[in-house]
């Protein structure tokens, strides 16, 4: 069974039917045909930040962006000091 993907639009009119329209989630669910967990979870998410709340396949939000920037940064550094302890050790061995 392949998992259902519900696009942003989807997923905000979902809350709104729970949060505005004063729908239960349970009710809103099943209407909608998606599990009660994930809706409850859908309206959490949209609570914490609206503006960032579901933001699709690809598309990190601005702290993750900067989380796996870093990562990159990192990976580059420690591979810029193997390559100088490589040489340093190479140079060493070379003088003796």
Do not use: C
Request: glycine fraction near 6%; hydrophobic fraction near 40%; charge should be positive.
């Amino acid at each position: 069974m392949q998992r259902r993907k519900f696009s942003r639009e989807f997923k905000v009119e979902a809350v709104r039917m729970v949060k505005g329209r004063g729908v239960s989630v349970a009710q809103a669910a099943q209407d909608l045909d998606v599990h009660e967990n994930v809706l409850r979870k859908w309206v959490k998410e949209f609570g914490a930040d609206p503006a960032q709340a579901f933001p699709g396949h690809g598309q990190m939000k601005p702290e993750q962006q900067e989380i796996e920037r870093l990562r990159r940064e990192v990976a580059k550094l420690k591979a810029e000091r193997d390559i100088l302890k490589k040489a340093a050790a190479y140079f060493a061995k070379e003088a003796t």
